[in-house]
C-alpha cells in the first residue's frame, strides 16, 4: 500500500511568463488534479522558472493526471515559455495533513 506519491517538477524559462501562463491555466489544471485524486498542489517562482509539486494518494493518480487530454492541451500552450523541464518522483514513506481553520488558510 501506498503512503503517498511526491511529484516534482522544475519548469525552466522566464518566470513572469511561465507564471503569467499558470495562472491563466490554473483552474483547468486544478480540475485534472480534483478528478485524479490530487491531495496537494504548489507552485512557488524560482530564480529560472516555476517548482511545482504535487502530492498524490499513489503513483496511479499521477500517472492518469499525466494522460488526461485537457493537461496535454494545456501543457502545449505553455511550450513556447518553457525552455526545459525537470521532474522527480517519490514514493513517500509518510505524509501528514493538518487541519487550519478557514479564516488563517493562505
Known amino acids: 500500500m501506498s503512503n503517498g506519491y511526491l511529484t516534482l517538477a522544475r519548469i525552466e524559462g522566464d518566470p513572469g ?3 503569467d501562463g499558470y495562472l491563466r491555466t ?3 489544471m486544478d480540475s485534472v488534479g480534483r478528478d485524479h485524486g490530487l491531495v496537494m498542489h504548489a507552485a512557488a517562482r524560482t530564480e529560472d522558472g516555476l517548482l511545482i509539486v504535487n502530492l ?3 503513483a496511479d493518480g499521477s500517472e492518469s493526471a ?3 487530454p485537457r493537461r496535454l492541451g494545456t501543457l502545449a500552450e505553455h511550450e ?3 525552455t526545459g523541464m525537470r521532474r522527480e518522483h517519490r ?16
Open 17 to 19: 511568463a511561465l507564471l
Open 26 to 28: 490554473a483552474e483547468t
Open 56 to 58: 498524490w494518494p499513489s
Open 66 to 68: 499525466a494522460r488526461d
Open 80 to 82: 513556447p515559455a518553457i
Open 91 to 106: 514514493e513517500l514513506e509518510r505524509f501528514v495533513t493538518f487541519e487550519r481553520e478557514r479564516a488563517d488558510a493562505v
